[in-house]
Nanobody, 121 residues
Framework: VQLQASGGGLVQPGGSLRLSCVASGGVFNRLVMAWFRQAPGKEREFLAAISWSGGNDYYAAGGAGRFPISRDNAKNTVYLQMNGLKPEDTAIYYC???????????????WGQGTQVTVSS
């Protein structure tokens, strides 16, 4: 499975971005999809995951309100809508995938290359 993330860029505080991640090489509607981020000097951080059909999702604590996750199985794409961005949201954002649905685990099998998000005025 190959994952290609896009949609990052430079945005002012308070702004919005929508990240996309296109999957290929697998059966997309059999993949649980997720988003992570890694800020400079910090460990990788789980943000959100969504089930095969999109009917279920789960988030890191406090994440659901600002960064909702969604997917379009017809386009083999998962999205992260980022609202109310803050400078501390500056990071590389990664999409990830695995086959099983397990909200207790943040271990994922497949990873994309990441897209840079910079929040600055």
């Amino acid at each position: 499975v190959q994952l290609q993330a896009s949609g990052g860029g430079l945005v002012q505080p308070g702004g919005s971005l929508r990240l996309s991640c296109v999957a290929s090489g697998g059966v997309f509607n059999r993949l649980v999809m997720a988003w992570f981020r890694q800020a400079p000097g910090k460990e990788r951080e789980f943000l959100a995951a969504i089930s095969w059909s999109g009917g279920n999702d789960y988030y890191a604590a406090g994440g659901a309100g600002r960064f909702p996750i969604s997917r379009d199985n017809a386009k083999n794409t998962v999205y992260l809508q980022m609202n109310g961005l803050k400078p501390e949201d500056t990071a590389i954002y990664y999409c990830a995938a695995r086959g099983n649905w397990d909200p207790k685990s943040n271990e994922f099998t497949y990873w994309g290359q990441g897209t840079q998000v910079t929040v600055s005025s």
